[in-house]
């Protein structure tokens, strides 16, 4: 009996890729029930400085988890991670920490100098992740072209 090891690891991998996305889906649906009760405790508290930061950090952080499932979600079309959807959650990610430190007022120049230039290194990732994957979309189509018109000259007299 042979096994197909490259089978039987696509199949795991898809197994626990399809776990993880039930579980950040799942989190999803709780943070938001979460964010909407809440939202009720607004009403009553007489300090909304402190409680609107936690909001905000809340929305943010569901950001991340819908960036990181769309990445999840998208391995089950293409079999395979893309990169731009990682990165997005990065930039999300660090964009969460410096609005939130900036809206607590708690962040120091050199950390605003350090997160901008995570931020500059993520938007050229991202943006070299899109070109690259532009150019593998038209080499594709190219090639098919091509094939399609050997095809075509092979089956003419």
């Known amino acids: 009996m042979k096994i197909d090891f490259m089978k039987l690891f696509n199949k795991v991998v898809g197994m626990v890729f399809g776990v993880m996305l039930l579980f950040l889906t799942l989190g999803i649906v709780i943070g938001v029930l979460h964010l909407f009760l809440y939202t009720g405790d607004l009403l009553v508290e007489k300090e909304l400085g402190k409680h609107y930061s936690k909001i905000i950090s809340d929305v943010l952080t569901l950001f ?14 293409t079999q395979r ?4 959807f990682i990165v997005d959650a990065g930039i999300v ?23 901008s230039a995570l931020m500059l290194v993520l938007t050229v990732l991202r943006i070299g992740s899109v070109v690259v994957y532009q150019r593998e979309k038209m080499m ?11 095809n075509k000259d092979v089956s003419e007299p």
């Not at 991340?64 to 079309?77: H, Q």
């Not at 991670?81 to 731009?84: A, I, N, Q």
Request: proline content about 2%; glycine content about 0%.
């Open 64 to 77: 991340i988890l819908i960036e990181l499932s769309r990445s999840l979600a998208e391995y089950f079309t």
């Open 140 to 150: 594709v189509e190219v090639a098919a072209k091509r094939k399609e018109t050997r």
């Open 81 to 84: 991670l893309r990169m731009t």
């Open 93 to 115: 990610f660090v964009l969460r920490e410096l609005m939130i430190k900036l809206f607590e007022h708690k962040i120091e120049p050199a950390e605003i100098y350090a997160l």
